[in-house]
């Protein structure tokens, strides 16, 4: 495991996604619970390296093996031989860096690039920033804040009408009513 080094600006200047956390230990022989923040539990899996941050301290870690189990993930990390040594790990983030993520088609987004973005009505209402987004089943919903609270839903074409992530900006056809 080696500690993260902020010692080049490009390193300092990354963006990181938190992806996880570390919400258990699961038996004798070093395995963590992970919480996976992914769109498909198991697809936390896939990334490597992992950065856990254990006091304030980000660490490069590999994966030694990993499962789903339940409604979690279990994990084995690489120099965590034993439950005592696993126990010092509950209650870390994972991250990894933005570069990590696949490439998406045109007019797919990460959440995370729409976290912040400023949302224009149609007819030229700003509602506020994008705080958060929701699963809801059917489709995403924005949560905008602004003068107010506002749950848009995220439906291309529809709905949402363009996003400009250069601009930081998304125009939806919504009511300020609404």
Do not use: C
Not at 35 to 40: F, I, Q
Not at 92 to 118: C, M, R, T
Not at 160 to 172: E, F, R
């Amino acid at each position: 495991m080696s500690e993260v080094s902020y010692s080049d600006q490009a390193e300092k200047d990354k963006a990181w996604l938190k992806i996880g956390n570390i919400s258990g230990v699961f038996g004798v022989k070093g395995w963590l619970k992970i919480y996976a923040n992914t769109d498909k539990k198991e697809n936390i899996l896939s990334y490597q390296p992992w950065y856990v941050e254990r006091n304030k301290v980000r660490i490069a870690v590999k994966l030694k093996a990993g499962k789903p189990h339940g409604k979690t993930i279990i994990a084995l990390l690489e120099g965590v031989e034993d439950r005592n040594e696993a126990e010092m790990w509950v209650g870390s983030d994972i991250y990894i860096a933005s570069d990590q993520l696949p490439v998406l088609k045109n007019g797919e987004f990460y959440w995370s690039d729409l976290i912040g973005l400023n949302v224009v009505s149609i007819t030229s209402e700003k509602f506020g920033v994008i705080d958060n987004m929701l699963e809801t089943g059917a489709n995403d919903v924005i949560v905008v804040k602004g003068d107010r609270e506002r749950l848009i839903p995220f439906v291309l074409n529809q709905v949402v009408k363009s996003v400009d992530l250069k601009g930081q900006q998304m125009i939806v056809d919504w009511d300020a009513d609404f």
